[in-house]
């Protein structure tokens, strides 16, 4: 499946949301992430997300698509992230 996450938390977790997300992600813009991940990776993500964020401050919206080829994404000016997966 083919996911999006936007997140805003506070800046005490910023760093630990982001090097999370990284794992599983890839990043493209500040505070954003997609990507192919499986239905086990997801719910490790959901939960994952839920024991690094506080629900009373934190915002995290989470997109799900049961492919990519439902996703239309247009950018204009910089393309901030790497989309590319180098192991």
């Not at 630990?16 to 990776?41: A, D, P």
């Not at 490790?44 to 915002?59: M, N, P, V, W, Y």
């Amino acid at each position: 499946m083919f996911v999006i996450i936007v997140y805003d938390v506070s800046v005490d977790r910023v760093s630990k949301v982001c090097n999370f997300l990284r794992r599983y992600l890839n990043w493209v813009q500040n505070s954003v992430f997609e990507g192919n991940v499986t239905e086990k990776q997801w719910a490790e993500i959901q939960h994952g997300l839920k024991l690094l964020t506080r629900e009373s401050e934190d915002s995290v919206r989470l997109y799900s698509f049961r492919t990519e080829d439902l996703v239309t994404v247009s950018v204009i000016g910089l393309e901030k992230g790497d989309t590319c997966n180098i192991i």
